[in-house]
C-alpha cells in the first residue's frame, strides 16, 4: 500500500480551511494589527495591507499548500519527494520543523498567561483595580515563574490531548469548534464596543482614511510596515500550510482555498481593532501594542465597563481559542514530522513532544525572573524577544524566500510541476503570467523584509 492511500485526511473542505486560518489566526492579529493600522493612517494602510497580502502573503500560501499536498508529508518528507535527485532542499525541512519547536518555547507561555488571565477575569479578580494595579498584577504573574509553568503545561497539555485523539476526531473536529466559538465571540465583542458611547472617535481613528499620518511617517515606512504585516501574519515559511496540504484531496484548486484562509485571517485582524479601538477611545485610554496592549490596557477597559466581568472573560476567552488553535495546528506539524520521518504511531509521537516542550518552555519562564538580567537584544529585551526574533524576522522570511525559489526554478521543483499541483482541481487558478514576477520581484521583497527586521533590531544596540 502506498504511502498516500496510509496517510490521514481531513474529513471536509471546511476543517481544512479552519485549520489553516487556525494556525494564520493568532497574537499578531490582535496585539499588533490593529495598533499599526491606527498609527499608520487607518483605511489608507489597511487598502496598502491587503495589497501585499495578495502580493507577498498569497503566493507563497500557494506555494506552501502545493508542496505539501503534492508531497504528502511534513515540510521536510514533502522537500525530499519533490526536490531533484542529489540536491538538498530538503535540508531547510529540518530548520522548519525546528522553528516551530522554537515558536512553542514561547507561544505556549504567552497562552497560558491568556488562560490565567480568563481565569482571573472570569473570577473578578479584576474589579475595582486601578491602572496601576492592573499593571502590578501581570508584573507579578511575570515574576512567578511556577505560576507561569503551570498555566503553560495546561495549556501545553491540552494542546497535545487534542492532537492525540486523532486528526478528524481531535485535531480538525476541536479546531472547527474552536473557531466557530472564536467568531461568535469576537462579534459579540465588536457590536458592543461600537455601542458603547463616544466609540465613534475610536471607529473614524480606526477605519478613516487619514492622509496625514502617511505624510508625518513617510510613505516608505507605512509601506514597509504594511508589507512586514501582510507577511508575518500568515504563518507562511515554517511547514504549518504543507501539512494541512498534505492532508487534503485535490477537489480543489489551491489559489482559491489560499485566497479563503486569508481572507478569514483577515477578518478576524479587522475586527479586533473594531473590538480594541471604540472601547480604547470611549474610556480615554491610550491604546498600546504588544503584551501591554491585551495585559494591562483591555484590562483597565472591561473594569470601567458596564457589564465588565462578563466582556473582559469574554475577550479572554475569545483570546485563548485564537491561541490554542495555533498550538494545536502545530503540535499537530510537529506529530507529523516525526509520524513520517521515523515512523512513530500518533501516540508515541504526541507524548514524546508534549513532554519535550514542556522542558523547551521554561527558558522563556525564567527570562522574566530567575533569568530577568538576560538582555540579548539590549536593554529591555528578554528570552522571549530573542525568541521571536529567531522565529519572525530569521526562519520566516528565509523560509519563505526557499520555498519561492524552490517552486519557480529548474533546480528546484520547477514553476510548470508547481503550476499544475496549484491549479489541479475547481477555482481559482493561480496566474501563469506571474512567473517572472515570482521568480524575480518576490524574492527581493522578501529579502527587503528580512534585511530591514535585521536592521531594526541590531541598529538600536549601536
Avoid at 458611547?197 to 477605519?207: A, T, W
Avoid at 474610556?283 to 458596564?306: C, E, R, W
Avoid at 524566500?401 to 489541479?424: Q, R
Wanted: aromatic share 16%; with cysteine; glycine share 10%.
Amino acid at each position: 500500500m502506498s504511502n498516500q492511500k496510509q496517510r490521514e485526511s481531513l474529513s471536509s473542505r471546511l476543517g481544512f480551511i479552519l485549520l489553516s486560518a487556525g494556525c494564520a489566526i493568532g497574537l499578531g492579529n490582535v496585539w499588533r494589527f490593529p495598533y499599526i493600522t491606527g498609527k499608520y493612517g487607518g483605511a489608507v494602510f489597511v487598502l496598502i495591507y491587503l495589497m501585499f497580502l495578495v502580493l507577498l502573503g498569497l503566493p507563497v500560501m500557494v506555494m506552501e499548500f502545493s508542496i505539501g499536498r503534492a508531497g504528502r508529508k511534513n515540510i521536510a518528507g514533502a522537500l525530499k519527494t519533490l526536490e531533484p535527485e542529489s540536491s538538498r532542499w530538503h535540508c531547510y525541512g529540518y530548520v522548519a520543523v525546528a522553528g516551530n519547536y522554537l515558536l512553542m518555547m514561547f507561544y505556549t507561555v504567552i497562552t497560558g498567561w491568556l488562560l490565567y488571565y480568563f481565569i482571573s477575569s472570569f473570577t473578578g479578580a479584576f474589579t475595582n483595580l486601578d491602572s496601576n494595579a492592573v499593571s502590578a498584577f501581570f508584573s507579578s504573574v511575570q515574576a512567578q515563574p511556577t505560576l507561569q509553568i503551570g498555566f503553560a503545561w495546561l495549556a501545553i497539555l491540552l494542546g497535545f490531548m487534542i492532537c492525540g485523539i486523532g486528526l478528524q476526531k481531535g485535531v480538525e473536529k476541536v479546531t472547527k469548534i474552536m473557531m466557530i466559538l472564536l467568531l461568535v465571540i469576537m462579534f459579540a465583542l465588536a457590536v458592543n464596543s461600537i455601542l458603547i458611547p463616544g466609540s465613534s472617535k475610536g471607529l473614524s481613528f480606526y477605519l478613516l482614511p487619514d492622509f496625514s499620518k502617511v505624510l508625518e511617517y513617510g510613505i516608505g515606512e507605512v509601506v514597509f510596515n504594511a508589507m512586514s504585516q501582510a507577511f508575518f501574519t500568515l504563518s507562511i515559511g515554517m511547514g504549518g500550510m504543507a501539512i494541512f496540504g498534505s492532508y487534503i484531496d485535490k477537489k480543489q484548486s489551491l489559489t482559491g482555498e489560499s485566497v479563503r484562509v486569508i481572507a478569514l485571517d483577515t477578518f478576524v485582524a479587522i475586527m479586533s481593532g473594531l473590538i480594541i479601538f471604540p472601547a480604547c477611545f470611549s474610556y480615554g485610554v491610550n491604546p498600546d501594542s504588544g503584551p501591554g496592549l491585551l495585559f494591562v490596557t483591555l484590562p483597565n477597559i472591561f473594569n470601567k465597563m458596564p457589564l465588565g466581568v462578563l466582556w473582559g472573560s469574554l475577550f479572554f476567552l475569545f483570546m485563548s481559542f485564537a491561541a490554542m488553535t495555533t498550538l494545536v495546528a502545530v503540535f499537530e506539524n510537529i506529530i507529523s514530522y516525526w509520524m513520517d520521518e521515523k515512523h512513530w504511531t500518533r501516540r508515541k509521537a504526541t507524548w514524546v513532544n508534549c513532554i519535550a516542550i514542556m522542558i523547551l518552555c521554561l527558558p522563556c519562564v525564567f527570562g522574566f525572573n530567575i533569568l530577568s538580567g538576560f538582555a540579548p537584544l539590549g536593554q529591555g529585551t528578554s528570552v522571549l524577544d530573542l525568541e521571536d526574533f529567531l522565529i519572525s524576522s530569521t526562519i520566516m522570511p528565509l523560509g519563505s524566500l526557499l520555498l519561492v525559489v524552490f517552486c519557480s526554478s529548474k533546480k528546484g521543483w520547477g514553476w510548470n510541476k508547481f503550476l499544475n499541483e496549484a491549479d489541479e482541481g475547481d477555482g481559482l487558478k493561480f496566474p501563469s503570467w506571474a512567473r517572472f514576477y515570482v521568480k524575480w520581484i518576490l524574492p527581493v521583497i522578501i529579502l527587503v523584509v528580512f534585511a530591514k527586521g535585521y536592521y531594526d533590531t541590531f541598529s538600536k544596540l549601536f
